[in-house]
Nanobody, 122 residues
Framework: QVQLVESGGGLVQAGGSLRLSCVAS????????MGWFRQAPGKEREFVASIVWNGGHSYYTASVRGRFTISRDNAKNTLYLQMNSLKPEDTAVYYC???????????????WGQGTQVTVSS
């Protein structure tokens, strides 16, 4: 079991940047795949990015590829999401999740954080 706490959300103008962090407690972080998901008001939770246990491979949804970068520091038990060139449509609550595989299916991640709000103004 791993407990996850996100931070770094906030209000930013379109074109700006934010870096989200997700700190994990528990001994399984370094062996877990990690993912970032987001949920906008009135919409379903959607996959944003994921990364394998050692950071060797990462995956992105098409709408954020080239703008967002997922990374991890296993020595610090921390997952990151660097978000650049933000757009109003990126506004959502962002969640980090831990699971066995870096897949896009949210149901495959048994551990979730509480989320952090990102709001991008136009």
């Amino acid at each position: 079991q791993v407990q996850l706490v996100e931070s770094g959300g906030g209000l930013v103008q379109a074109g700006g940047s934010l870096r989200l962090s997700c700190v994990a407690s528990g001994r399984t972080f370094s062996s877990s795949a990690m993912g970032w998901f987001r949920q906008a008001p009135g919409k379903e939770r959607e996959f944003v990015a994921s990364i394998v246990w050692n950071g060797g491979h990462s995956y992105y949804t098409a709408s954020v590829r080239g703008r967002f970068t997922i990374s991890r520091d296993n020595a610090k038990n921390t997952l990151y999401l660097q978000m650049n060139s933000l757009k109003p449509e990126d506004t959502a609550v962002y969640y980090c999740a831990a699971g066995p595989m870096p897949v896009a299916d949210a149901e495959r991640y048994p551990n979730w954080g509480q989320g952090t709000q990102v709001t991008v103004s136009s």
